[in-house]
């Protein structure tokens, strides 16, 4: 309880890393929108006749998303209680990365090219997609995927080795210096195009005996292509007998995050939670 | 039992946007055999070396169409409470659109441009998709495919992410104003065709560090496509645990579809309901 | 009992039309053999460089299965109760047509373009994958599919209508004389390829507009190739608890196959069965 | 417990043949690194480019592995009870392809072409894959595609008729000699590629009758699609409530693997077992 009062960093830290209250929703959604908005600029700018005609407007909306991503980084070095070991986390590596380029293009132009970097942010809506609204249906996507992940990693080493081999039936039958099949490798490719049912008609068999291999690769493919499938599936279908509510509080000192309701202490670090708070516990205060 | 006798109007309410009776389901079966014949006009009027013969019979069609479907606009304004809410309504809109065009470029020959609007009218099968036979397996699909909804946003969001973060790293390793990879968003275009297993084969990745990661999308794309599958096949396992049968009962007020066999009044609007009438109504009534 | 010592034409119907004897599998297995050779002989005469040096062989070859389909023919209308019943069933029209393209080329050489009717042969192994080993599964496969048919059927036509839809939305965006997209039905075609994930690579989209409306098109087809996945699998799931053990009895008056091990009348006309007789009834046999 | 201190040759095959102990899972690791090397080797080695620079260096790797695989198959040969037999089981056959070449092109130099036989090396990882860690996985993977064999058979029989009739309809359709659909095989390939939704784009139908049974073609192939997916979802899903705990002893007389921990004779040739010997056992033993 006394830890709770404990000022604007802990007020800032609920909005900023937790997503249960309604000022926690809308600094949310505000970042997403400003990432998708500055991947926009940079994707936009990378097309020629756009970055001729409307280069220097990008520039500016570019330099505008920094700053903000900057404020947001330094508001986030500034509520945690360890800025070190937030820095040195995934997310603060990406959160870094993220406005570096920019700057680094100002001081020496000649790191231009670091500047699809920028994209990696993207990968920070991994983190704000644990939106209270949305934060059951990811959890339970995400359990059910790690679940299902030794059987896939089978699955695919069993694609790996009829890939090779099919690819490399094909390079016996139909390379040559002349023909699309010019090494192993290259036919490997090509039965991954294949295999994974894409196609994309740059190689090609062109004998009888390479036709009639890609055909049984081809219905061989589409058998395996269930196997994925059913091991998510049984995996989803099972998990609809065991669910629970989840949450997003996330402790100050480790930053683990989903504690239940009711914890009292982070479950990995042992630091003394302050109490849970979303838009019901304000509706309970209200109420009393 | 008084508001049922309640004349013409009542009796042209149920045929025309109900289809329990046997009227309603004659009804829905010509309107839905004039809009695929409709449609198909138009498709083949598209076409240059018909339209040259036969495009005056077509025209003729045409017009013969856009009557029809005008006296069906008339009457279902002429039997709802409401004129003007049904007007604003989804399908009171599309109804309107799709008999428009014939007579605006009638009068300003310049919009013929909007001919195309005509094929709005396939949009409205999807309402008389509830033919009696199949209101069931309908509405389960449809329950079973919204049940999944936040689910597969979710899903669709790891997507986008996965595709924007693959078409930028190909257009870095393989980007250039030679190659087809031209600008980001090409890129992008290239990655959702391979994740999709489309793969046109227009763009094509021709290093091999980029079929390197051509390869690795594939294979992650393939994975994924097992996760919308699994989300919507446990949704469909659950539901088979739970059917219940099916109406089409209207409410002539808010024109709410679904009502209860045995209900009374519109359960979202409050207004008192006509009783329920259906084919097995009728061998009641001839029983006793 | 006393049917059953009915003479050869009962003992020629059991081998021919039922599997549950050693000689009706032996029978079907050979016919098999000689429908796919037969196949194989037409397929390899179509190809140029085969017909040129081997013509008359295959030709050769090619009236010897005539020969045995035509004795196979006679037989089955001798065996059966009802011959004009027989060869108006769909299986006696096929039977009839797949002989009949060999004899009438030889009478009236004009007609040579029909020999292709005799790959109708290979529908006529549908009704002989009924093996007494594998009818389990056949049986419980066509069952999933028989109960998903209606589904399937509403799930066609949504993807008809947006197929449709979006067809012409490429058509209204790219259309015209001097790209791929010349008209409708070519841009309808265009749209099947790629909700299908087949992607010929013939017709593309080559403004950005369209490419975005394409990309579109490929993420919801992606969905909805969940939807008829979801249909079979929860089917079959349902399907594993409600197994039975099912023969090819076959009643001699109207041809209804699948009588139970104990019937003693047709299901569909009442005739009286013969007893039931498979090898187990032999080994019963023996035993007494 | 007396055959188990037989010695050196006991250890040797506890460690070679199976992977419960510390030991045995190293001498895995340690052989799939080496054949995942030493194709990568072979792969490398087929493109023209590496071949010139770097040939006489993979060819010393090639020999390093060469040697490397001889003195495993020798340990193998050794420590079994007999020999003979090993070496004609299909793990022995492909044991000794996989070093043959490499003696025998240095023999006969002509031979060379056998090279290729080098990577039937990856089909030996499939016994590997059987590390302790997977082999749960790996077993219920196999048992699930094993279980719903039959099935999947007659699904292949019923698409290989679906192929057969839609290839010869294009042939009929388009064929022709200056066409692509040059012969009913040619179409069928593509009947192949355009059902398995791979569809390469070199053969494609150019006629509008052509174009609509191919979109026919796509939307059945679309659905039959499902068909493998839900046998093998149904059956994982059944094979979620029947889990047992599995290992990799392996009898030393005929090579059978998974006996039960508590076995104590083979279950196929009723030879005694060794005592059964895991990193649990060493721990148990430590506890004592």
Same mark, same amino acid.
């Given at each position: ?13 609920? /909005? ?19 990432? +998708?908005?500055? +991947?926009? %600029?940079?994707? !936009? #700018?990378?097309?020629?006749? /756009? ?5 220097? /407007? ?14 947001? $980084?330094?508001?986030? !070095? ?5 800025? &070190? ?9 990406? #959160? ?5 380029? &920019? $700057?680094?293009?100002?001081? $020496? ?5 670091? %500047? #699809? ?40 080493? %069993?694609?790996?080795i009829l890939v090779v081999v099919n690819g490399t039936l094909l390079y016996v039958v139909e390379g040559g210096e002349r023909t699309a099949f010019t090494s192993i490798p290259t036919s490997v490719y090509w039965a991954i195009t294949t295999v994974s049912t894409v196609g994309f008609g740059d190689i090609e068999p062109q004998t009888d005996l390479g036709?009639?291999?890609?055909? +049984? &690769?081809? !219905? ?61 516990? $304000? ?6």
């Amino acid at each position: 309880m006394v830890g709770r009062e404990g000022g604007w960093r802990e007020r800032l830290f609920i /909005i900023i890393f937790e997503a249960d209250t309604r000022a926690g929703r809308y600094f949310d959604f505000l970042l997403i929108a400003a990432i +998708v908005a500055s +991947v926009t %600029v940079v994707m !936009l #700018d990378s097309i020629p006749s /756009i970055h001729a005609k409307y280069g220097a /407007i990008l520039h500016g909306f570019e330099w505008f998303f920094t700053v903000v991503f900057t404020i947001e $980084y330094a508001a986030r !070095l500034m509520c945690v209680n360890h800025p &070190t070991r937030y820095a040195r986390s995934f997310y603060g590596v990406i #959160d870094f990365l993220s406005i570096l380029p &920019t $700057y680094a293009s100002f001081f $020496y132009p000649g790191l231009r090219a670091l %500047v #699809d970097l920028r994209l990696l942010r993207l990968l920070r809506i991994f983190r704000l997609l644990k939106l209270a609204a949305y934060v059951d249906e990811y959890v339970q996507l995400a359990r059910a995927v790690r679940a299902s992940r030794r059987k896939i990693l089978i699955f695919l080493s %069993v694609v790996a080795i009829l890939v090779v081999v099919n690819g490399t039936l094909l390079y016996v039958v139909e390379g040559g210096e002349r023909t699309a099949f010019t090494s192993i490798p290259t036919s490997v490719y090509w039965a991954i195009t294949t295999v994974s049912t894409v196609g994309f008609g740059d190689i090609e068999p062109q004998t009888d005996l390479g036709r009639a291999i890609a055909s +049984v &690769t081809m !219905l061989i493919g589409w058998g395996i292509l269930a196997v994925p499938t059913g091991i998510v599936t049984s995996e989803m279908t099972a998990q609809k007998f065991q669910k629970e509510k989840v949450t997003t509080r996330t402790c100050r000192e480790c930053l683990t995050t989903g504690h239940d309701r009711d914890a009292r202490f982070c479950m990995h670090c042992g630091t003394a939670l302050p109490r849970y708070e979303s838009d019901e516990t $304000y509706r309970d205060n209200a109420k009393n």
